[in-house]
């Protein structure tokens, strides 16, 4: 399937049975999804061949099934060995920015409303109306790394409106109740550093080793 | 998320607890508060390995709802991500929590 992209690009179809780790493990450098039938993707520009990169491409409709940040951080833990605090702290960080890049970015859903059963029902139902919508699931989220002895940095971009990330409070982590921008909290509290660039739709977050 | 009954309030999670779990959980949960009982619902996550922001939120879902029919909740934990998450966000405050 390979054979005929460059060097490190490896495209993968979600539907094809094969886990994404696996898509993921090296060699590969930017997996790219391929959508069933589509031509194979080309490789991105500005990723210096053989630098410590990897990148991952994916429609919106599949990073919502798929457990995105679990299997880029394997991929990452395959080339780094992370150590133990290290690992649940980066996954969960690069967890909560995709869930975030999905809901809030591709999909444009606002924090749900109500509590208990309603928030979640509420959620539901403008949930699945935008997934119906062709040109919104095909939306592509983008995570990428790159590393070095002494940090790792990851960033989750996806191709949503944006928002003004100096004028929309994060809830605090001690919310009590199911709508949440609890998310954000936790991405701040598990993180060195973040950063968020293009307007919103990319996250940088930076994790000192 | 794999789960386990024990009677009709009691529940061991395994697994992952996350967004994409919601309306499972949702029915999971649906089920335990129609049991004609008043005990505590007891929710046992020593064996869930991950847990996100909407897990959290959806533990916090049970809590209200099992306070509409003046139930307690209490969480069952051990050491690892889920139980640091849950620290962070102080759910001790709101959950009798067991180790």
Redesign the interface.
């Known amino acids: 399937m390979t054979s005929h992209c460059p060097a490190g690009l490896r495209p993968w179809i979600a539907s094809s049975g094969e886990p994404l780790e696996a898509a993921l493990a090296p060699p590969t450098v930017i997996c790219v999804e391929q959508e069933a039938g589509a031509p194979a993707p080309e490789a991105a520009a500005g990723i210096a061949p053989g630098a410590p990169w990897l990148s991952l491409s994916l429609i919106t409709a599949t990073a ?2 798929v ?1 995105v940040a ?1 299997a880029f951080v394997t991929a990452l833990d395959t080339r780094l060995h992370l150590h133990l605090p290290e690992r ?1 702290r980066i ?2 960080a690069l ?2 920015a995709v ?1 975030n890049a999905i ?1 809030h970015g591709n999909l444009g859903l606002p924090s749900p409303t109500g ?3 309603a ?3 509420g ?2 139902r403008q949930l699945q109306d935008r997934l119906r919508n062709d040109d919104i699931r095909q939306r592509r989220v983008f995570v990428g790394a790159h590393w070095s002895a002494v940090c790792v940095s990851v960033c989750v971009g996806d191709e949503g409106m944006g928002y003004d990330a100096g004028a929309v409070a994060a809830d605090p ?2 919310a ?5 921008g ?2 954000r909290s ?1 991405i701040g ?1 598990l993180s060195d550093g973040v950063e968020v660039v293009e307007d919103g739709r990319c996250t940088w977050l930076e994790f000192r080793r | 998320m794999d789960y386990s009954m024990a009677g009709g309030s009691s529940v061991s999670f395994r697994g992952r607890l996350v967004f994409s779990d919601r309306l499972e959980f949702r029915k999971l949960v649906d089920r335990v508060l129609r049991t004609d009982t008043s005990e505590p619902i007891r929710l046992d996550l020593r064996t869930l390995d991950f847990i996100d922001s909407a897990g959290l939120g959806m533990l916090l879902v049970v809590r209200e709802e099992a306070e509409k029919r003046h139930r307690k909740v209490t969480l069952t934990v051990a050491p690892g991500q889920v139980k640091q998450l849950l620290e962070l966000s102080r759910f001790q405050t709101m959950f009798t929590m067991e180790s």
């Open positions: 919502y099934h457990p679990h649940p996954e969960t967890h909560e869930v809901l509590n208990g059963f928030a979640i029902d959620l539901e982590l001690t009590t109740s199911f709508p949440n609890r998310g936790l509290c």
